[in-house]
């Protein structure tokens, strides 16, 4: 896989590579030329796997499909700018990163192997819930912004209790990710307990529900 190629998407549709591309204006026809260089990318990428075997060419199939997502997200966010196209670029590398280490993992055996697994999906988890976390803040702020920009004129009370039941959804938004994250770090550690056998097993276990809060 070359990581090092010039945007040729950037090249195509004509956009500059700045902090105010994703709230460009797009045409339809420059969206349609972009996901066109993503689909050629993608082929051409995939044909290089095929000079690959085993393991490695798997990995190399997953490292073009998962960049090709994330590329595909990445544009239908600067056509149509908005929070939740965002999520999805985040999620769509959060799939493709998940997928590449995955197959890496394939090299591996035995509690290596699964302990190797276990950790790539905690991480995709770890990403899709900071993802779900800066979604829902922004939205939550948004809201707190207009419900505050409607009642500017008639009191400053108002603009308190918007902002304060937007900070209460952040504040939930966070536990509930960090929720998620543990039971994901929670899985990791148990699985690597498998590689231990009698009282050294059930010790690391109970220590790894300790850890994370389990009963």
């Excluded at 700045?18 to 050629?40: F, P, T």
């Excluded at 997953?62 to 929070?83: C, D, F, I, N, T």
């Excluded at 999520?87 to 192997?113: I, T, W």
């Excluded at 803040?137 to 009642?151: D, F, M, P």
């Amino acid at each position: 896989m070359k990581n090092s190629n010039i945007s040729a998407i950037a090249i195509a549709v004509g956009l500059f590579v700045s902090a105010g591309a994703m709230a460009q204006s797009m045409s339809k026809d420059q969206y349609k030329s972009g996901g066109n260089v993503i689909a050629a990318e993608y082929k051409s990428a995939t044909a290089a796997c095929g000079s690959l075997s085993g393991n490695a060419k798997d990995v190399c199939k997953a490292e073009a499909s998962g960049k090709a997502k994330v590329e595909k997200a990445e544009l239908r966010a600067r056509y149509k700018p908005s929070e939740a196209a965002n999520y999805k670029v985040r999620v769509a590398r959060a799939d493709a990163d998940y997928a590449v280490a995955s197959e890496k993992c394939d090299d591996k055996a035995g509690n290596v192997k699964d302990v190797c697994v276990k950790e790539a999906k905690a991480a995709a988890v770890s990403a899709k819930a900071d993802a779900s976390v800066q979604v829902k803040t922004a939205n939550a702020n948004e809201t707190a912004s207009e419900t505050s920009a409607k009642a500017q004129s008639a009191a400053d009370e108002k603009t308190m209790k918007a902002q304060t039941k937007a900070n209460e959804k952040n504040a939930d938004a966070r536990k509930d990710a960090a929720s998620v994250k543990r039971d994901a770090d929670h899985a990791v550690a148990k699985e690597k307990c498998d590689a231990l056998a009698g009282d050294a097993k059930g010790n690391c276990v109970q220590q790894a529900k300790a850890r994370f809060g389990k009963s």
